[in-house]
């Protein structure tokens, strides 16, 4: 058996796991299974890794970075009508363009500025993915997304003087805590401002955020495996 076959055979696999799970996850927490989108989070993964997936009936896939993404999607979107790329790193201001032209989700906007951009952009494209607030419920510094408390005033600020849509919330709560909590916060911060979608969950705790409300969950190492090391 080759590598690459063995490849594709696990990644099926591991895949096929993962929504299970999900469905276990979604029926204990007494909702439909349908209401949890799997995004494949295949940052670092090459263009073969991700052609595995969808092979296996992938369709959902997030990245961190707009930079590497522009050097897989496009030709993976050419040939695969369909997809849905959300970018789920953080967004630089200079890089709004790249962004607007290539995912279809953005899980990241998380200051005036970049809303501004965003807002302009969209407006002289016309093309307007589906835009997502982080919030970082930990308040850790080191960390991108907007403090709880502000959380409010930027979504009205998107929504009444930029005239974005904004779909959801986002959050990667800290490592080194209890997910639960933050998992809480955000779905009632989202419950507050009317918004139907969370993105949250990683490989470890998404089966947490679905009971939670999770409408999004971003799994990478329980499909693709570890990641290499950077060198």
Not at 85 to 110: C, M, R, W, Y
Request: glycine share 8%; proline share 6%.
């Amino acid at each position: 058996m080759s590598d690459e076959h063995h490849t594709a055979t696990e990644i099926s696999d591991r895949l096929q796991a993962v929504e299970q799970e999900i469905v276990a996850a979604t029926k204990a927490a007494g909702r439909d299974p349908g209401s949890v989108t799997l995004v494949a989070v295949s940052k670092t993964m090459s263009a073969d890794v991700i052609t595995e997936a969808l092979a296996a009936g992938q369709r959902v896939f997030g990245e961190n970075r707009v930079q590497e993404a522009q050097t897989k999607w496009p030709a993976l979107k050419a040939r695969h009508p369909g997809l849905e790329l959300h970018l789920i790193g953080p967004l630089q201001s200079n890089k709004v363009k790249d962004a607007v032209a290539l995912f279809d989700v953005i899980e990241t906007l998380d200051r005036p500025k970049l809303a501004r951009g965003l807002a302009e952009e969209m407006q002289r494209t016309g093309k307007r993915p589906r835009l997502f607030v982080q919030v970082n419920t930990g308040e850790e510094p080191q960390k991108a997304g907007l403090a709880p408390a502000e959380t409010k005033e930027f979504v009205a600020l998107c929504r009444e003087e930029l005239g974005l849509s904004i779909d959801g919330l986002m959050c990667i709560p800290p490592f080194d805590e209890e997910p639960a909590m933050h998992f809480a916060l955000l779905a009632k911060l989202a419950g507050e401002l009317g918004l139907d979608e969370l993105s949250m969950g990683m490989s470890g705790d998404f089966a947490k955020a679905i009971a939670f409300g999770a409408t999004y969950v971003r799994v990478g190492t329980a499909i693709f495996g570890e990641r290499p090391r950077p060198r």
